[in-house]
């Protein structure tokens, strides 16, 4: 508690001040700033009032957390803040789920597409991109024309301002083999890629707040929803709601695929769960009786 203060105090920020910055971005993000997390929003703080030219932190604390006035300057410290850290192919046994999920789906005589999919805390949209190329391999491989779309969310407005770009650097794809390298990307510069065009027409980034929920195009049945390193900075008992809220949106056979360390003992009546145990994905079985996720 000491060294929470006196870094606060320290920065020029009080320490009642903080908590509410602390307890303000949990209730507005579901991110929690755990002790070692709170230098990063001290010195964030420190800077943006300096910036700004701000000695007084009423002010700056009642024109930022205002929900009109402040929208920006929200946003940039949210912006800041979140660890947006993400690569291409991050976890391949998930993809690899992803791969088999989408052949037993096509070879499913009621199968008529499209496929939706959901990438939710997708950061820059390598993981959005990601699904992508994987659900296409398996469509190509299947003979059939490409039939899905994708919807990758974010709270940063500067991440998803990034995956609308689709340009990154040789660095965040490390796990991208040549082969793929050269059919979904295009080389824009030295060690800089970008996501060809025809593959990022499949892929609508959206800003969008997994607490607030309200975009119209998520009020669909989602055949897939994939969800990871996003809920771990949350409270388990946020992450379990989120969870069940996530449940809800999907369709019959529809499959939730969530990190490894995201939630353990979650398992609500209608679904069942992937026998592989390199990965964390669940299926919703209308065949299985129905009851309330817990
Ligand atoms: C560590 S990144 C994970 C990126 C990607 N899913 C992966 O596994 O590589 C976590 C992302 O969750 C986003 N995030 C945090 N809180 C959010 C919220 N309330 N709604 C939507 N996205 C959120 C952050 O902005 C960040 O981009």
Redesign the pocket.
């Known amino acids: 508690m000491a060294n929470r203060m006196e870094s606060a105090i320290s920065q020029n920020c009080d320490f009642d001040y903080f908590d509410v910055w602390k307890a303000t971005i949990e209730e507005?993000?579901?991110?929690q700033i755990t002790p070692d997390r709170e230098r990063a929003l001290s010195l964030l703080l420190n800077r943006r009032m300096q910036e700004l030219d701000c000695q007084d932190i009423d002010q700056y604390m009642s024109d930022a957390l205002n929900a009109t006035k402040g929208a920006e300057e929200w946003s940039g410290l949210?912006?800041s803040l979140?660890?947006?850290?993400?690569?291409f192919f991050?976890?391949q046994p998930s993809m690899d789920y992803v791969q088999s999920w989408v052949n037993k789906a096509i070879k499913c005589s009621s199968f008529s597409g499209p496929l939706w999919i959901w990438?939710?805390?997708?950061?820059?949209g390598?993981?959005a991109y990601s699904l992508a190329i994987t659900v296409e391999q398996a469509m190509k491989a299947a003979g059939l024309e490409p039939h899905y779309g994708i919807i990758g969310?974010?709270?940063?407005r500067e991440?998803i301002f990034q995956a609308r770009r689709g340009i990154y650097r040789e660095s965040k794809m490390a796990m991208v083999d040549k082969a793929t390298k050269s059919t979904y990307f295009d080389q824009v510069g030295s060690g800089l890629w970008r996501v060809k065009t025809e593959l990022r027409r499949r892929v609508c980034f959206l800003t969008?707040?997994?607490?607030n929920d309200g975009s119209p195009l998520i009020r669909r049945k989602m055949h897939l929803i994939?969800?990871?390193?996003?809920l771990?900075?949350?409270r388990r008992w946020k992450r379990r709601e989120i969870i069940n809220q996530l449940a809800s949106h999907l369709d019959d056979q529809g499959s939730l695929i969530l990190?490894l360390g995201e939630l353990s003992n979650w398992l609500p009546s209608g679904f069942t769960r992937a026998t592989q145990r390199n990965i964390q994905a669940y299926i919703r079985d209308e065949t299985v009786e129905q009851g309330e996720a817990r």
Do not use: P, W
Not at 28 to 31: A, E, I, L, N, P
Not at 119 to 124: N, P, R, V
Not at 208 to 211: A, D, P, Q, R, V
């Open positions: 507005r993000t579901g991110v949210v912006d979140l660890v947006k850290e993400t690569s991050r976890h990438s939710l805390g997708c950061s820059t390598e993981e969310t974010d709270i940063s991440a969008s707040n997994i607490l994939y969800c990871q390193n996003m771990v900075y949350f990190g």
